[in-house]
């Protein structure tokens, strides 16, 4: 209702077409925006195998990496019985495993000069290794570009392992 003043009509502004029009957008703009997508990485599982006895890989281009407990990982090259290399302890990053799968792919490369076969990475990580451990581990592999690799179980003598190297308990 327009009430007189001085006479006047003072005209009144009706807003509830303005609040229609702004559920309107907002509805349109919630159903037509896209939502952050979720990162992933594709990783292409084999059929459930022991990656020990059946992997008809070289033990001298195969590393085991085992992901023990406080952010630590052991690795050997070559069979766990009778490794060519290690086992040694490190951690993940540019001074850790990274640097020693770098060196392995050299020694690798210089070994084999007319063949291409890759290094190939087992990683088994443990019951008290964290997931972020095992992204950070399938992130050095992309890092590193290397595209031969597997996640398998850990055997109870590479538990017994991470036990003597100290890398199965928390602290």
Do not use: C
């Amino acid at each position: 209702m327009a009430e007189l003043i001085r006479g006047k009509m003072q005209p009144r502004v009706d807003l509830t077409p303005m609040v229609d029009l702004a559920f309107l957008l907002i509805t349109f703009f919630m159903l037509t925006t896209s939502l952050a997508k979720p990162k992933m990485m594709d990783i292409a599982l084999p059929d459930k195998v022991d990656l020990g006895k059946a992997t008809g890989f070289s033990d001298k281009r195969t590393m085991t990496i085992l992901l023990g407990a406080n952010h630590q990982a052991a690795w050997y090259w070559g069979l766990q019985k009778t490794p060519i290399e290690g086992p040694k302890v490190t951690d993940f990053g540019r001074n850790g495993i990274r640097a020693e799968l770098k060196d392995k792919m050299t020694k690798i490369k210089s070994q084999q000069v007319g063949s291409t076969k890759p290094l190939m990475v087992i990683i088994r990580p443990s019951n008290l290794s964290s997931y972020s451990d095992l992204v950070n581990i399938l992130d050095e592999m992309k890092i590193n570009g290397i595209t031969q690799y597997a996640i398998g179980d850990i055997s109870r003598e590479e538990v017994q392992l991470l036990i003597k190297l100290g890398l199965y308990r928390r602290i």
